[in-house]
Nanobody
Framework: QVQLVESGGGLVQAGGSLRLSCAAS????????MGWFRQAPGKEREFVAA????????YYADSVKGRFTISRDNAKNTVDLQMNSLKPEDTAIYYCAGGRSSLIRTSSIAYGYWGQGTQVTVSS
């Protein structure tokens, strides 16, 4: 059984930082892209960032570009999201997602495995 488990969420003041981590078990995501999505109350789930299998290609939503950094450690089967200069509008539940292919995609349809989510709250 495949499991993605996120950790690292919490409450932080605007301008602060958090590091989210996602650990995969049950299978390795060899050859596949990984991503992070988020969903704020009353809003649709939205793409945040994605990373290729080798980690050499990354892609970010415009809203987080320059502030967030996605990385992965294939030996440990983990993917992280470093979030700096956090804003109140970053408040959401953040989800780790395992891709269906090696291609970086921004659509949630391209991801077949999902974690349970971790809450990030940024106070003003």
């Amino acid at each position: 059984q495949v499991q993605l488990v996120e950790s690292g969420g919490g409450l932080v003041q605007a301008g602060g930082s958090l590091r989210l981590s996602c650990a995969a078990s049950g299978r390795t995501f060899g050859g596949t892209a990984m991503g992070w999505f988020r969903q704020a109350p009353g809003k649709e789930r939205e793409f945040v960032a994605a990373i290729s299998w080798g980690g050499d290609n990354t892609y970010y939503a415009d809203s987080v570009k320059g502030r967030f950094t996605i990385s992965r450690d294939n030996a440990k089967n983990t993917v992280d999201l470093q979030m700096n200069s956090l804003k109140p509008e970053d408040t959401a539940i953040y989800y780790c997602a395992g891709g269906r292919s090696s291609l970086i995609r921004t659509s949630s349809i391209a991801y077949g495995y999902w974690g349970q989510g971790t809450q990030v709250t940024v106070s003003s």
